[in-house]
């Protein structure tokens, strides 16, 4: 940061000290930290918005999906008039994945995702078709008695590996920080404790097409 002050004072650029924060990912919780620009102390968050995704200090996904759920129920909420009327279905499941499945998916590529996320997501996909079709709870109606009449599967989660496929393919293709960051190939002690599952990993458990892609880069 003092180098960064230093810089900017060569083309009389100031760092605004009450728009920066600052952010100590770990999976430690506990640690201080204290950075200092012009004398006076930055502010630290434990979470904030980079690039559309909610970033946390213990650096999970879990409330980044509860985040997107509740912005893909809103997206909903905004064009339930267009999904609730005279169209067919099949054009009602397009408009869905359209303004909805994009809100509520997008940073998906980066989630490393728990059981209890996996539930989350899988809810709120029957919680879309539920409304859509305007199927009230108190018609006791099962989840598999609600994917038949929208004429469906359970997709969501095979969006989200889909896109996580993609999105990982292209980096380990390349050199680059995020590759060996993906790989784990960082020098240092493992913390003590069952450690977390990779992206990777999560990945490669679910797909055989992972398995030749890792195959390669090896």
Avoid at 4 to 32: A, F, P
Avoid at 85 to 105: C, E, I, P, Y
């Amino acid at each position: 940061m003092d180098a960064l002050q230093d810089t900017s004072e060569k083309y009389n650029m100031r760092i605004n000290t009450k728009k920066c924060k600052i952010m100590r990912m770990s999976t430690v919780e506990g640690r201080t930290m204290k950075i200092t620009v012009n004398g006076q102390n930055l502010e630290r968050v434990k979470q904030f918005c980079y690039l559309g995704s909610l970033v946390t200090e213990d650096c999970r996904s879990f409330h980044d999906v509860r985040w997107r759920i509740a912005l893909g129920k809103e997206a909903f909420n905004k064009k339930s008039d267009f999904m609730r009327g005279s169209l067919s279905l099949h054009l009602k499941k397009r408009m869905v994945k359209a303004f909805v499945w994009s809100v509520a998916l997008y940073g998906s590529e980066t989630w490393t995702l728990r059981k209890e996320d996996i539930q989350r997501l899988e809810a709120f996909e029957i919680w879309i078709w539920r409304h859509m079709i305007k199927v009230p709870w108190t018609e006791h109606k099962t989840i598999e008695e609600i994917l038949q009449m929208v004429e469906t599967e359970r997709v969501i989660m095979d969006t989200v590996r889909s896109q996580q496929k993609r999105w990982l393919g292209h980096i380990l293709r390349h050199d680059s920080l995020l590759r060996i960051t993906l790989e784990r190939q960082i020098q240092g002690k493992k913390a003590f404790r069952r450690p977390r599952t990779m992206l990777l990993y999560w990945l490669l458990r679910r797909s055989r097409f992972f398995v030749f892609i890792c195959l390669n880069c090896c």
